[in-house]
């Protein structure tokens, strides 16, 4: 290359290379800084998540188990037999038992995987007016309210009692 002095080969390698007399790096002043600046948005943004999270689980409990009312109310039509939703608000669960078809009257939890006890989460509370919730073969079942309370607020979910109807309320 002419000017240099150099070899083609050698000014292209030297292209983007630093003098090894320079000392470039961030001083600690600026790193105490950005440790600063880190540490202020982590806390302003933690509130955020948490309240963000504890919406979503709350949300999500009451989505499965207006899901799970459908499924329970299908079943009752499909085998032809009562079913019922028992809640239990001091375990904040609920599980689905079927009537005996031997023994009218007597219900017993599911033996398969729908029979699982559906454990709400931690910071989700279950109230209702009912205990259990009866589905009939015919389609219809007992009217019920039941709200799911989180920190950021409250999900109620008001059963009809015709033909699975849920109707879903939120409060702040």
Partial sequence: ??????????????????????????????????????????????????????????????????????????????????????LNADKSLYYISKEDPKRKGIYERLKDKTGRLFKLPRDVKIKSTVKEITFYPDGHSQKASITLTGRTGSVTLNVKGNMGYVEVKEAR
């Fill in 1 to 86: 290359m002419e000017g240099t002095g150099l070899p083609v080969e050698e000014t292209i390698l030297q292209i983007g290379r630093k003098p090894n007399n320079s000392q470039h790096g961030y001083t600690l002043l600026e790193l105490i800084l950005l440790a600063i600046i880190i540490t202020v948005l982590v806390g302003v943004s933690t509130p955020l998540f948490k309240n963000t999270f504890s919406d979503l689980e709350l949300k999500d409990a009451s989505f499965n188990l207006s899901r799970i009312i459908g499924f329970v109310q299908e079943k009752a039509i499909l085998e032809g037999l009562n079913f019922k939703i028992v």
